[in-house]
């Protein structure tokens, strides 16, 4: 049973932080680079940072320098560390396989507002 669940959302003023975390069934989490995607209202899902069994990262550009994905084997679980928000990066966050498309299973997400 493939299980997503994306926490650690909320409503910050842009440049705070916030840490997002993601339990992944098993079935998913050892045997597939992870990911942590986004969709904004009116735009399509993108993905902003992945990371792989071995913990190598990548991250979007948008991004970069100011997220940090990391994972945690023993508990299935991946984190995103969100610093110097910005009210671009406002949208709903989920986790998945960096391979995921539209159809696979997709957790319920979480919601990040940056705003003043």
């Known amino acids: 049973q493939v299980q997503l669940v994306e926490s650690g959302g909320g409503l910050v003023q842009p440049g705070e932080s916030l840490r997002l975390s993601c339990v992944a069934s098993k079935s998913i989490f050892t045997i597939y680079t992870m990911g942590w995607y986004r969709q904004a209202p009116g735009k399509q899902r993108e993905l902003v940072a992945t990371i792989t069994n071995g913990g190598r990262t990548n991250y979007a550009d948008s991004v970069k320098g100011r997220f940090t994905i990391s994972r945690d084997n023993a508990k299935n679980t991946v984190y995103l560390q969100m610093n110097s928000l910005k009210p671009e990066d406002t949208a709903v966050y989920y986790c998945?396989?960096?391979?995921?498309?539209?159809?696979?299973?997709w957790g319920q997400g979480t919601q990040v507002t940056v705003s003043s």
């Open positions: 998945n396989k960096a391979t995921a498309l539209t159809y696979d299973y």
